[in-house]
T-cell receptor
Framework: NAGVTQTPKFRILKIGQSMTLQCTQD?????MYWYRQDPGMGLKLIYY???????DKGEVPNGYNVSRSTTEDFPLRLELAAPSQTSVYFC?????????????FGPGTRLTVL | GENVEQHPSTLSVQEGDSAVIKCTYS??????FPWYKQELGKGPQLIID?????GEKKDQRIAVTLNKTAKHFSLHITETQPEDSAVYFC??????????FGTGTSLTVIP
């Protein structure tokens, strides 16, 4: 199993540009998450999904959008990039509620908005 | 929503000594408390976890304790080694599987 994979690893955007961060998991997990990690801070939840076709907002959803058309994929979309979105983005997946809810993280995408 | 506080933010110990990191949480509905280790340039990796119906759990040199009444939980690393140097995060999860993270502790083990 590859686990959770994210692309790209690094990206520089100009203000106002858009991009999609890709996330794929091959563990058949129902739950998937997107977090951002700012320097010296913990992870903040942006969006999460409990299954294909279902998404919900986390703590910091403004400026982002997600979709979940398949169990495996959970892309994160930035429509109008702003300097405040400079961060490291982590995707994670976990087993359904009731089982051991261990989260598995991808390696992250480092995004800089200039 | 849930608020997780973590202390200290940095910790330096001599190799072989013990390290303790403490977290508090606010939501009494939280029922799962994982600890993650994050090495430079990598995603967090689970090292140990505990459910709310358990008071203590141990895995070799790592242990976690939970006090539900006081709403705090702690990570204990004994016989620290240089490879334990990393950033450690605590987290609290509610029955809806939403995770709330502490701000991290940068642990340095001095050889």
């Amino acid at each position: 199993n590859a686990g959770v994979t994210q692309t790209p690893k690094f990206r520089i955007l100009k203000i106002g540009q858009s991009m999609t961060l890709q996330c794929t998991q091959d563990m058949n997990h129902n739950y998937m998450y997107w977090y951002r990690q700012d320097p010296g801070m913990g992870l903040k939840l942006i969006y999460y999904s409990v299954g294909a076709g279902i998404t919900d907002k986390g703590e910091v959803p403004n400026g982002y959008n997600v979709s979940r058309s398949t169990t495996e994929d959970f892309p994160l979309r930035l429509e109008l990039a702003a300097p405040s979105q400079t961060s490291v983005y982590f995707c994670a997946s976990s087993y359904p509620e009731g089982a051991r809810p261990e989260q598995f993280f991808g390696p992250g995408t480092r995004l800089t908005v200039l | 929503g849930e608020n997780v506080e973590q202390h200290p933010s940095t910790l330096s110990v001599q190799e072989g000594d013990s390290a303790v990191i403490k977290c508090t949480y606010s939501d009494s509905a939280s029922n799962y408390f994982p600890w993650y280790k994050q090495e430079l340039g990598k995603g967090p990796q689970l090292i140990i976890d505990i459910r709310s119906n358990v008071g203590e759990k141990k895995d070799q040199r790592i242990a976690v304790t939970l006090n539900k009444t006081a709403k705090h939980f702690s990570l204990h690393i004994t016989e620290t080694q240089p490879e334990d140097s990393a950033v450690y995060f605590c987290a609290a999860s509610n029955p809806g599987n939403q995770f709330y993270f502490g701000t991290g502790t940068s642990l340095t083990v001095i050889p």
